[in-house]
């Protein structure tokens, strides 16, 4: 699979940056920041490391982001192979690269911590595909506790 986020952390777009395997899924969102899409996923694996992975499914498939789930193909065929595994490991996986998608773009469409200012071109692709969806309610599911802050970029 591809990976998710060829935006550069860098200013630079000339910086080269190792591809992450923990974050790698559809080439539709490669807009999205690498380094965005590893702050999601940790988010989410810290919160599922406290409360478990068996909610995740449900989670996404009960919520809003069902919608976004149906509206890509990828990301419906993931969320059915993962649905269908008997392997418990590989289909958290899968969830979890699903949530960290959805994640990242809710953070990028709604310009949560200054993440759409910091990449204005990736928030528009982020808007198109979510369209006139409502916001996923990210507070509600993780809290006030979202440690998104981008890092700070040298001048």
Same mark, same amino acid.
């Given at each position: 699979?591809?990976? %998710?986020?060829?935006?550069?952390?860098?200013?630079?777009?000339?910086?080269?940056? !190792?591809?992450?395997?923990?974050?790698?899924?559809?080439?539709?969102?490669?807009?999205?920041?690498?380094?965005?899409?590893?702050?999601?996923?940790?988010?989410?694996?810290?919160?599922?490391? %406290?409360?478990?992975?068996?909610?995740?499914?449900?989670?996404?498939?009960?919520?809003?982001?069902?919608? %976004? %789930?149906?509206?890509? #193909?990828?990301?419906?065929?993931?969320?059915?192979?993962?649905?269908?595994? #008997?392997?418990? !490991?590989?289909?958290?996986?899968?969830?979890?690269?699903?949530?960290?998608?959805?994640?990242?773009?809710?953070?990028?469409?709604?310009?949560?911590?200054?993440?759409? !200012?910091?990449?204005?071109?990736? !928030?528009?692709?982020?808007?198109?595909?979510?369209?006139?969806?409502?916001?996923?309610?990210?507070?509600?599911?993780?809290?006030?506790?979202?440690?998104?802050?981008?890092?700070?970029?040298?001048?």
């Amino acid at each position: 699979m591809p990976p %998710i986020g060829d935006a550069h952390t860098q200013a630079s777009r000339d910086t080269p940056q !190792k591809a992450d395997p923990a974050t790698t899924l559809s080439a539709s969102f490669r807009f999205i920041p690498r380094e965005l899409a590893t702050k999601c996923r940790r988010l989410i694996e810290s919160y599922h490391a %406290i409360y478990g992975y068996v909610g995740l499914p449900d989670m996404l498939w009960l919520s809003d982001a069902r919608d %976004i %789930i149906e509206r890509d #193909r990828e990301l419906t065929r993931i969320f059915k192979r993962a649905a269908r595994s #008997r392997a418990a !490991k590989r289909a958290n996986h899968s969830f979890l690269h699903i949530a960290t998608t959805i994640v990242s773009l809710e953070v990028l469409a709604r310009d949560f911590s200054g993440w759409g !200012k910091r990449f204005p071109a990736a !928030k528009g692709e982020a808007e198109k595909i979510l369209g006139r969806l409502p916001q996923l309610r990210l507070r509600r599911e993780f809290g006030d506790t979202l440690a998104f802050y981008p890092t700070e970029t040298p001048t």
